[in-house]
């Protein structure tokens, strides 16, 4: 158990729709990354969070989005959903970033079907 | 750009070494790092190496770094079939996001 909570776990959808997906980091941990996972294209990285504010993006699309909360969780957003949206979505967190080897923990991800 | 690529598959007979090797672009990681990933499950960190290192031992897994080549490899020895996983390669600096690779899907045959 990495201590990182996802849920969903799974969720089936139509397309158009909107969902939210939940991760609640390793305690203490104040970093909060989002990935998603499909099969044609490995783990794409799509966002950071550090202490609420927004550290990094990567390849995520204007119809997502994400925030971090002030006790640390965060939630992800997925809107006007497609069909090439369905992937497995990981949360993961890390450490303080002292004295540390940027190890990330992951969540057992969040299965998102869009029918 | 930062890109890390691995190959997709590999099989090997129970108790054979197996080696999964990973290139990767980004010359200033700090660490690089092999994740295991078994089905259904999230990404567990099996081990990591830091840069300036050529290499590392930890029990049936042997990590070499190549800094020159911007390549990595994982050896695992004794391969066993609860090994069987998809290993991902992933290069990155402290708090930074980690840059994965597409993952290798190893499977051991009795």
């Known amino acids: 158990d990495s201590g990182v909570t996802q849920t969903p776990k799974h969720l089936i959808t139509a397309t158009g729709q909107r969902v939210t997906l939940r991760c609640s980091p390793r305690?203490?941990?104040?970093?909060v990354y989002w990935y998603q996972q499909s099969l044609d294209q490995g783990l794409q990285f799509l966002i950071q969070?550090?202490?609420?504010?927004?550290?990094a993006k990567g390849n995520i699309l204007e119809r997502f989005s994400a925030q971090q909360f002030p006790d640390l969780h965060s939630e992800l957003n997925l809107s006007s959903l497609e069909l090439g949206d369905s992937a497995l979505y990981f949360c993961?967190?890390?450490?303080?970033?002292?004295?540390?080897?940027?190890?990330?923990?992951f969540g057992e991800g969040s299965r998102l079907t869009v029918l | 750009g930062e890109d890390v690529e691995q190959s997709l598959f590999l099989s090997v007979r129970e108790g054979d070494s197996s080696v999964i090797n990973c290139t990767y672009t980004?010359?200033?990681?700090?660490?690089l790092y092999w994740y295991k990933q078994e089905p259904g499950a999230g990404l567990q960190l099996l081990t990591y190496?830091?840069?300036?290192?050529d290499m590392k031992q930890d029990q049936r897994l042997t990590v070499l770094l190549n800094k020159k080549d911007k390549h990595l490899s994982l050896r695992i020895a004794d391969t066993q079939t609860g090994d069987s996983a998809i290993y991902f390669c992933?290069?990155?600096?402290?708090?930074?996001?980690?840059?994965f690779g597409t993952g290798t899907r190893l499977q051991v045959f009795p």
């Open positions: 969070y550090y202490n609420g504010e927004e550290r």
């Open positions: 190496i830091f840069s300036n290192m």
């Open positions: 992933a290069e990155g600096r402290v708090a930074d996001k980690l840059i």
């Open positions: 993961a967190s890390s450490g303080p970033l002292e004295g540390h080897t940027g190890e990330l923990f």
């Open positions: 980004d010359s200033s990681s700090t660490y």
């Open positions: 305690s203490g941990d104040l970093s």
